[in-house]
């Protein structure tokens, strides 16, 4: 694993810091807010994919170990788990034995890995997911009372347009897509995909199944995408509305932050904002 990006905190953290802190099967990466909405470090580090939960456990505990200021004490600390298996399902299908089938029947079984949910209020929604027993043990250790939740359960929140939208949060070899229909919540998924087309192909096949017009929808652009690459031309030849995402005006940010694409962080600060 490689640190990508880097933006450390030069002073001493105060006692109302707040550590954000999120994992998947791409990476880690955090934020620390200080000073009220004051973003004062930042980091993000990719797994290759061949990377084991064993290996991403681990990865996890060498990155507490060698940046002191996660061993810093917090305010409050959340864990926000991104991993695929998750499923959105309407609060009046779900029943406290039945969430571990209904994940299954869409995923395949779950095994070392705990099953939890959340509630999403004004969504009247749940979203159950896994969270794998490695990560989990690791998490547990190294910060104290940690609140946990997943990346889909914060999303309808983070965003709240009318009309219709594509949120796109990219990594290396997936991605997370939340559409919006005339501002109402239709889907949450995470794709893989090798080519460009494999991209465009999801995305338009989920505007297809939910009957939602492509040159009427705005796809807004978050994570490992640039303007230059083969990934964003292919997608500009089927979506006209095609947008970067910016940083939330809520939070101040170090100068060093604008060496990077504002997209590359956007859903983290979005998601800070949520929690």
Do not use: W
Request: proline residues 3%; aromatic residues 12%.
């Amino acid at each position: 694993m490689n640190a990508s990006f880097k933006i450390q905190a030069t002073g001493t953290l105060s006692a109302d810091a707040r550590l954000l802190i999120e994992v998947s099967q791409q990476g880690i990466a955090y934020i620390i807010i200080d000073n009220g909405n004051e973003c004062v470090a930042l980091q993000s580090q990719h797994f290759t994919n061949d990377t084991s939960l064993d290996k991403a456990a681990n990865a996890l505990k060498q990155l507490a170990a060698n940046e002191s200021i996660l061993q810093e004490q917090f305010k409050n600390i959340t864990v926000v788990y991104a991993y695929p298996e998750a499923l959105l399902v309407p609060s009046d299908f779900v029943s406290d034995s039945n969430k571990k089938e209904m994940l299954e029947l869409v995923h395949g079984d779950v095994t070392d890995a705990f099953t939890r949910a959340d509630f999403l209020y004004r969504h009247h929604t749940h979203n159950i997911y896994t969270v794998p027993r490695q990560i989990d043990a690791v998490v547990s250790y190294l910060f104290s009372s940690p609140v946990s939740t997943h990346l889909y359960s914060l999303l309808p929140d983070m965003f709240k347009e009318r009309g219709n939208h594509l949120y796109c949060i990219f990594s290396t070899s997936s991605f997370i897509a939340m559409l919006l229909k005339q501002g109402k919540l239709q889907a949450i998924q995470t794709f893989k995909y090798k080519t460009p087309e494999d991209v465009v192909y999801y995305l338009l096949q989920l505007c297809q199944g939910f009957e939602v017009e492509v040159d009427d929808t705005y796809v807004h652009l978050h994570g490992m995408i640039d303007v230059s690459s083969s990934l964003y031309a292919e997608m500009r030849k089927y979506f006209l509305k095609l947008q970067f995402a910016a940083l939330p005006d809520s939070y101040t940010y170090p100068e060093d932050i604008s060496d990077y694409p504002a997209h590359y962080f956007s859903h983290l600060f979005a998601a800070a904002a949520c929690v």
